[in-house]
């Protein structure tokens, strides 16, 4: 579905990514690990189109997608929940939500997808007139989330979905990325939460310096030993 080959991406004069190979396959979940200023959020703004890659390719369903702008790609499939969730505080969760289908392949099936989003994440639907600002970490997180899947895509790119929230909550957001993965979606997730991830995960990255250290199963990254002292704390 997803296949990024050897991409090079620089700031300036600083380059952040080193050829850089990933692949989420379809109905895959696939992780990126590593610490602060790895290049994780890069890495998907880049495939969301919001960087250029200095060299390399990227192909989605079998379309070259790094030459094409961010709308463009939202319209293959490709959807960004970025760190923080972004979403519009004084809006209402339903105003929110109906933003997350403005996306040309999503317009016609609003309704039919915002009831399949209720049904998924019923705490919404009670909170559908609510402003969103108003809503706990935990239902910010969900709101932001449900409002990338308004857009019907293929592929929901999660950037640090459990930053900033306290453990308790941490568990609850995983649980509604597993409801999301138990649907059949493809999914690639930035988290420094390496332990909560790897749950989730069918494939995993570490990434280290722009640069790709290890990748491999779930199983691959529980039995290496740095992973596993360095991200795992065991």
């Not at 990338?148 to 957001?173: F, N, T, Y």
């Not at 640069?211 to 199983?219: A, C, I, M, T, V």
Request: hydrophobic share 40%; aromatic share 8%; glycine share 10%.
């Amino acid at each position: 579905m997803l296949r990024v080959e050897k991409i090079n991406v620089s700031y300036g004069e600083f380059q952040v990514l080193h050829e850089v190979s990933i692949e989420v396959k379809s109905g895959e979940t696939a992780i990126v690990v590593g610490p602060n200023g790895a290049g994780k959020t890069t890495l998907l703004r880049v495939i969301s189109g919001l960087l250029k890659p200095t060299s390399g390719a990227i192909y989605f369903d079998g379309h070259r997608i790094d030459d094409k702008e961010p709308h463009e790609i939202v319209e293959l499939g490709i959807a960004l929940v970025p760190e923080g969730g972004r979403l519009f505080p004084y809006l209402t969760v339903y105003d929110n939500l109906k933003i997350g289908s403005f996306a040309k392949r999503a317009r016609g099936g609003f309704r039919r997808t915002l009831e399949e989003i209720f049904e998924l994440f019923p705490i919404l639907k009670e909170r559908r007139n609510q402003l969103a600002g108003s809503l706990s970490g935990g239902e910010r997180q969900m709101l932001a989330i449900a409002r990338s899947l308004m857009s019907q895509p293929k592929l929901i790119m999660l950037d640090e979905p459990s930053l900033g929230l306290a453990p308790r909550v941490v568990s609850r957001v995983f649980e509604f990325i597993g409801k999301i993965r138990s649907q059949g979606y493809s999914i690639l997730m930035v988290e420094q939460n390496a332990r909560k991830a790897l749950e989730l995960a069918d494939h995993a990255y570490l990434l280290e310096s722009g640069k790709l250290e290890f990748h491999g199963g779930r199983e691959d990254f529980l039995r290496n030993p740095y992973i596993k002292k360095a991200y795992l704390g065991i």
